[in-house]
């Protein structure tokens, strides 16, 4: 045993700026009603639709003798499908009532804006303490956790930190 250790020469190398910034969030809502577990199946149902693409079906021009979009349902050898993108979503936080990014006197604020965002996940939950349950007259359920999993469409840098992202 002599005490030394033979040096490593390990080294780190930037490669560019991290991964986009993601921001999740869980409500709990446990309705006082059918009409407003009703209205939360809609919530539910909007952000259930607006993070998924949407597709447009392109009709070669002798299958519509237009030379547009046909109607109806288009069999897969007769056209050809994009994606188009899911929807943007813009999240803002009012903390006391004032919006996050709003001059403010403090200089390095506890919170930050948050840019344009995709919903990456959705999550949902119909349990009551770990088990199920259901209005009798419409089926809907008594709580409804809803877990959203948004992602940033903006690098961050510097530049946008010193602006308040």
Request: aromatic letters at 12%.
């Amino acid at each position: 045993v002599i005490g030394k250790v033979i040096n490593p020469h390990k080294a780190v190398i930037y490669s560019g700026p991290g991964g986009f910034r993601t921001f999740s969030y869980t409500f709990v809502m446990t309705p006082e009603s059918s009409d407003e577990a009703e209205e939360i199946k809609k919530i539910v149902y909007f952000f259930k639709y607006h993070m998924h693409p949407g597709v447009e079906t392109i009709m070669p021009r002798a299958a519509t003798g237009r030379g547009g979009s046909g109607g109806g349902v288009t069999p897969a050898t007769q056209g050809s499908s994009t994606f188009t993108y899911p929807d943007e979503f813009t999240i803002a936080l009012y903390p006391n009532g004032k919006e996050v990014g709003a001059p403010t006197n403090a200089s390095k604020p506890a919170l930050f804006k948050i840019n344009k965002c995709f919903l990456e996940s959705l999550t949902t939950d119909y349990t009551t303490s770990g088990q199920p349950a259901f209005f009798k007259d419409s089926g809907n359920p008594v709580t409804t956790t809803l877990g959203l999993t948004f992602k940033e469409t903006v690098l961050v840098t510097r530049n946008t930190i010193s602006e308040g992202f």
